[in-house]
Structure formats: structure tokens, C-alpha cells
DNA sequence: CTGTATCCTTAGGGATACTG
DNA sequence: CAGTATCCCTAAGGATACAG
């Protein structure tokens, strides 16, 4: 636990890794327009710190040379299953939950298959590089 | 994620759900003494600020009146599949884990198992009330 | 034993200007 | 676009003494 927490126990790592595993961001920029509003010398360090445990990896696209992307390890990937739990027991306990989210219905009814899915998806877009639009999740 | 961040994402809160949840510890003193070292106007604040998230209720001993015991509430051990799943997640990556500790066998082998035992163990302490000992988790 | 109340320090991080 | 470099400030929290 104690490793766990020293990874993404941390606002910021958390909430990237969030937008990276779960809303498909892959740029500076997406970040940086992340709803919380992180700033750019924490954004920096936090790439930095993420890639440094192995979480993201950093790519320079060899065609446009100034833009640079970040795609989720394996390592990170595996975080999913723990995630999709965090997400459903928030669901669950959060006040603020009006009507269960189609995902919620989706992982309730099959997790695995959920899971999965993810999976199948994210491999394409990091196969693809496509700048993915996030997902309805 | 937002809501279980701001319930847990603090350092402390998720040390005092790890200990509640995963050591059986029930009393102040017990995570006074937590390997972290809160200090106590800490402790006070994050046992105040948990329980007003509705994830531990404050109970004073009948008898002797002078020792007070805290308890995980029900949405508390919802929590328990998403920890376990960080919990694998840590063993699997952490490169200071040397050989899989048995409960990482055990809930490879049968991770719905596992929650259901920790599930039965834990009311059982509960019910009697007893400061359990660490469990080997 | 279970907290409260203070004091004090420091590091985390927001704002902003700048660069290749 | 993707950062780097400062400046500044505040709130989180350690230490400690005290209390019911």
C-alpha cells in the first residue's frame, strides 16, 4: 500500500494518471486543461516524476518535432482493475451520483468485460496516436 | 475518482483507512502508533474529518468510559475490493517485493475468496469487539 | 487514554514571465 | 507547443505542553 501511495497518493499523480488511463490524454497542453487547473512548473515535475516510476513514457513525434506526447506504461495499465473499483464505489457512496452512469451499468453487469474493453480500446489509440476525444466514461 | 479523492486522497486518511480496514486497529493509541507517525492534533483532525465522510463511527466503551474505539462503517468496507486490487497491483510492481507474500497467492488464486474471508473475519472482530491483533495480511 | 491548543517551520504549489 | 525559472505565500503538519 505503502508503494501504491507513494506513487499516486499525491493529487496531482492521481489526477493524471486519471486523465492518461482514464479520459485518453496524451499532451502537455490536455493536461494543462485539466478541470483542476494544474500548473505548468507542477505539471512538469509531475511528468517528470511519473515517468521516472515508470508510469508514462515520453515521445517526440518525428514528423512535428515540437510536439510530444506521453503514453501510459504497462506498469500503469495494470492499474485499471483497482481504478474501475475506486470508480464504482464512488458511484455507489457519492451523494452528488444522481443516475447511475452507463458505465456504472456496464462494469456492474460485467466487469471483466469492461475491463476489457478498455483495454482493446486504449491499445488503439495508443497504436494509432490518434489525439482520442474522451471517453464517455 | 473526485469524490474518492477528496475522501481518501490525503496521506493520512488513507493510512488510517489502511489500518482500520487491513490491521483491524481500533483505538487512538493504535494509530498513534502507526510506522507513518502521526502526530496527535493530526490524528484528532483526520479521525474528525472520516467520520464526518461517513467512513468510521466513534463509539465509547460502556464500561470503561475512558476508552473510546472507532469502527468502519459499511461504505468503509466497500472499499475493500478496490484496496485489494492496489494491494496486488503493489506486489506485482513494487521491485522491494522479494517473494509474494502468501496473501498475494491467496488472492491470485481467489481474489472474491479473499474478500469474502476478510469480509467475515472483520465482522467478527467488530462483534466482539476484541483489539485484534495485526492480521498477517 | 483520548484528545486540545499553540507555536513554528517548511515545502508545496499558484501566478507569471520567459525560452527554444 | 512544451516546458523552465522565480517569486511569493499560505496552509499543512511536526513538536510539545496541557486537560478531562
Request: with cysteine; aromatic share 10%.
Amino acid at each position: 500500500m505503502r508503494y501504491a501511495a507513494g506513487i499516486f497518493g499525491d493529487k496531482w499523480c492521481f489526477v493524471l494518471l486519471r486523465d492518461v488511463l482514464l479520459h485518453g490524454k496524451r499532451y502537455y497542453g490536455d493536461f494543462l486543461g485539466s478541470e483542476e487547473g494544474i500548473s505548468t512548473n507542477i505539471l512538469a515535475n509531475r511528468l517528470a516524476q511519473l515517468e521516472k516510476s515508470e508510469m508514462l513514457t515520453r515521445h517526440v513525434d518525428p514528423v512535428k518535432r515540437s510536439r510530444v506526447y506521453y503514453l501510459p506504461t504497462r506498469k500503469a495499465r495494470d492499474l485499471l482493475p483497482a481504478f474501475l473499483g475506486l470508480m464504482m464505489w464512488s458511484v455507489q457512496h457519492d451523494p452528488a451520483t444522481e443516475s447511475p452512469p452507463s458505465f456504472a451499468k456496464a462494469m456492474t453487469e460485467d466487469p471483466a468485460g469492461a475491463v476489457a474493453w478498455y483495454e482493446a480500446n486504449i491499445d488503439k489509440v495508443n497504436a494509432t496516436l490518434v489525439d482520442a476525444s474522451p471517453k464517455s466514461l
